[in-house]
């Protein structure tokens, strides 16, 4: 069955970094998706990408974050200059036409310090 | 506004009770509500959608818009069911999938004791 596919599954990284994290969608799906869940708090969407362009944003989504779609198949968040406060779990989804089902990847920790 | 309460954050059943999960949602369109499900270590995965009226597991989901409500049920809780469970809502339509967003509850971790 196909998956959605997050790598790496944890990052620790110095405030201030780069960090980009990666996800390779369900491979004849349209819409991708970011979401992150801080530790105890509810998953919160960020961002959703579709035919090469943001969608939607969510205001969490400043201009620290970018997306990308380099290639066919990969779709990166990228956060620019990382806080404490982007420490989460960041998950990927992509979904197909019609939008029946959101299909999510296992999620990456990302750790701030 | 998009808003999904999930009034509980722990439930706590024994095996073979009945179990009901809260939901309740805000939104002034027409909304799509899912119960999204992660057993321990493992990823979100959808559990059921209300618009296609089907049995999952056992559970079912009735969606009332009087209430505003997308409670999830199971006549028997099953050991198996134990996992961390969520409510999410969508709009409907729109071009670019903006509307496909999912809002999530902050969700209801279950517990089916032996």
């Known amino acids: 069955e196909p998956e959605v596919t997050q790598t790496p599954s944890h990052q620790v990284t110095q405030m201030g970094q780069e960090v980009i994290l990666r996800c390779v969608p369900i491979?004849?799906?349209?819409?991708f998706y970011w979401y992150r869940q801080i530790l105890g708090q509810k998953v919160e969407f960020l961002v959703s990408?579709?035919?090469?362009?943001?969608?939607?944003k969510s205001e969490i989504f400043d201009d620290q974050f970018s997306v990308e779609r380099p290639d066919g198949s990969n779709f990166t968040l990228k956060i620019r200059s990382t806080k404490l406060e982007d420490s989460a779990m960041y998950f990927c989804?992509?979904?197909?036409?019609?939008?029946?089902?959101?299909?999510f990847g296992q999620g990456t920790r990302l750790t701030v310090v | 506004a998009q808003r999904v309460t999930q009034p509980e954050k722990l439930l706590s059943v024994f095996k073979g009770a009945p179990v009901e999960l809260k939901c309740n949602y805000s939104?002034?369109?027409?909304?799509?509500l899912f119960w999204y499900v992660q057993y321990s270590r493992q990823r979100l995965q959808l559990l059921l959608r209300?618009?296609s009226r089907e049995s999952i597991k056992g559970f079912t989901a009735d969606l009332n818009k009087g209430e505003t409500s997308f409670h999830l049920k199971k006549p028997f809780a099953q050991e198996e069911d134990s996992a961390m469970y969520y409510c999410a809502l969508s709009g409907r339509g729109g071009s670019g999938g903006s509307n496909y967003k999912l809002t999530f509850g902050k969700g209801t971790l279950l517990t089916v004791n032996p």
């Open positions: 939104y002034s369109g027409s909304p799509e």
């Open positions: 491979s004849n799906h349209l819409y």
């Open positions: 989804a992509s979904a197909g036409q019609g939008f029946t089902e959101a299909f």
């Open positions: 990408f579709y035919n090469n362009e943001i969608s939607e």
């Open positions: 209300h618009i």
